[in-house]
């Protein structure tokens, strides 16, 4: 039947996601194909000796289609729970490696962050103290009372040390 091939397909899905399930997947397959086969041999009854027969194998006790259908709703019950634990066991571990992850993308951000200040602070000291001495030195000048035969210290060897050096010159 449809809806039987559907199940089956369903829990033939499940079996290639799930392969830790394989013992419940087979006590499911197994029960499917034995309630498919009571269906079979109950509506051959209907047909070849009448509804009394085949009401009779429906309510027979464990070999029944009611038993088997209770059996394997049970058994798809249980399938469907364990299925539900997995789910949400992985999904705890979803969340959590999202959380290592938001964690780790932080830190690196942080400490990025930190290089920046600390390599803006050591280009600060190196250019800054230079460049000021420098633009004192060319204020007195301007103004006319400088000495120029002062000499500016200069103890880099970059660009502001031989801005400065040519100064001295």
């Not at 085949?54 to 049970?74: C, H, S």
């Not at 780790?104 to 942080?110: F, K, P, T, V």
């Not at 006319?144 to 002062?150: F, M, N, V």
Request: hydrophobic share 40%.
């Amino acid at each position: 039947s449809p809806t039987g091939a559907g199940v089956c397909r369903y829990v033939d899905a499940v079996a290639g996601n799930e392969p830790a399930m394989k013992a419940e997947i087979d006590v499911a397959r197994q029960t499917l194909s034995q309630l498919y086969a009571t269906g079979r041999k109950m509506a051959d009854l209907y047909m070849q000796k009448g509804r009394e027969a085949g009401n009779e194998l429906m309510k027979a006790k464990t070999v029944g289609f009611d038993d088997q259908m209770a059996l394997v709703e049970a058994n798809l019950q249980r399938l469907v729970e364990k299925l539900d634990v997995l789910r949400e066991n992985e999904n705890r571990q979803l969340v959590q490696k999202k959380n290592q992850a938001a964690w780790i993308i932080i830190s690196l951000g942080l400490t990025i962050l930190v290089f920046m200040c600390v390599g803006s602070l050591v280009l600060y000291r190196k250019i800054i103290p230079p460049l000021s001495d420098l633009h004192s030195s060319l204020r007195n000048i301007n103004s006319g009372e400088a000495d120029l035969t002062q000499r500016i210290p200069n103890q880099s060897r970059d660009e502001v040390g031989g801005i400065i050096d040519q100064f001295n010159a």
